[in-house]
């Protein structure tokens, strides 16, 4: 059911609040970066007016402009979380790794937004299963790959952190697509 969403009710300003803090603490890892820090508060508040346009155009469509808001949220934190793993290995085997899986899991779960959409309402019943499967071999070739790296690095606890934010990043990237899905392409795909 919609119904229209005030600016109080809109959560503009706490999920920005959230964008500029994840921005600001994915720029300290593994050591601080005032450019990086500058990019993450630039892409905060295109975010920030991204979210006052959305709130604007679909205030009286509170299922669509919700999940816009969140779509534009998960991108904004998908891309914080995976640099500090860009930073730490930086021209290494792992960073190039870490590039490849990124094109995937952005690109990828565009393709299947409607399988991952019916996967995520009634997962016992999808396809998903073969994406998953890809999913969980690029993260044991990557989760390997990183492994084998960080035995050799004079930082290991920025790689930990690193590691789960860029895993984290991959989780994001691959269910944001289904917040695209309009409601009532939504309610088409959960009543198959």
């Known amino acids: 059911m919609n119904k229209t969403v005030s600016f109080k009710e809109s959560r503009i300003i706490s999920t920005s609040v959230l964008l500029f803090g994840m921005g600001f603490l994915m720029s300290v890892i ?7 820090m500058l990019f993450n508060f630039v892409l905060a508040g295109i975010a920030t007016v991204l979210f006052y346009v959305f ?3 679909h205030q009286h469509q509170s299922k669509r402009y919700f999940s816009l ?3 534009v949220m998960i991108i904004g934190l998908g891309v914080f979380a995976a640099i500090p ?3 730490v290995f930086y021209l290494e085997l792992v960073f190039w790794f870490g590039v ?18 019916f996967g995520i309402q009634k997962p016992a019943k999808s396809k998903l299963g073969k994406v998953y499967l ?3 071999l690029l993260i044991i070739g990557f989760g390997a790959t990183v492994y084998s790296h960080s035995l050799f690095t004079s930082n290991p606890e920025a ?5 789960f934010a860029f ?20 309610d088409e795909i959960v009543n198959e």
Do not use: Q
Request: no cysteine.
């Open 30 to 36: 593994p050591d601080f970066n005032t450019p990086l």
């Open 55 to 57: 709130w604007k155009k």
């Open 69 to 71: 808001l969140s779509y």
């Open 85 to 87: 793993l860009l930073r």
């Open 100 to 117: 490849v899986m990124l094109a995937i899991m952005v690109l990828l779960p565009y393709l299947f937004a409607k399988e991952i959409a």
């Open 134 to 136: 890809i999913f969980a």
């Open 159 to 163: 790689n930990v952190i690193a590691i």
């Open 167 to 186: 895993l984290l990043a991959l989780l994001l990237f691959f269910t944001a697509p289904v917040l695209l899905i309009k409601p009532e392409d939504m």
